[in-house]
Nanobody, 119 residues
Framework: VQLQASGGGLVQAGGSLRLSCAAS????????MNWYRQAPGKQRELVAG???????NYADSVKGRFTISRANTKNTVYLQMNSLKPEDTAVYYC??????????????WGQGTLVTVSS
């Protein structure tokens, strides 16, 4: 399974971006897909997640501003980011909790996409 993240860029504070994460390869069952971020000098933190049943969860710092959603194929997730703040500046990573036909469960990571919010 490969994950391709895209959509990052430079935006002014108050602006919006939409990130995409597309999973490809030998996909059998994706249980959860998440977005994480890592700012310079900080630990990687969970931003948002969406489960196979479409339930979602968000970090307190992004609630009401970010929305995670999933395409009908269920192999692509999006992160709509509105009202961006300079503190949202980070490399954003997606991951996927995948179970294969043999019931082996593994976590896959994408390569990251840089979001820079200027003040």
């Amino acid at each position: 399974v490969q994950l391709q993240a895209s959509g990052g860029g430079l935006v002014q504070a108050g602006g919006s971006l939409r990130l995409s994460c597309a999973a490809s390869g030998h996909i059998f069952s994706i249980n959860v897909m998440n977005w994480y971020r890592q700012a310079p000098g900080k630990q990687r933190e969970l931003v948002a997640g969406i489960r196979s049943g479409a339930s979602t969860n968000y970090a307190d710092s992004v609630k009401g501003r970010f929305t995670i959603s999933r395409a009908n194929t269920k192999n692509t997730v999006y992160l709509q980011m509105n009202s961006l703040k300079p503190e949202d500046t980070a490399v954003y990573y997606c991951n996927a909790d995948h179970t294969d036909m043999a019931a082996n469960r593994r976590l896959y990571w994408g390569q990251g996409t840089l979001v820079t919010v200027s003040s």
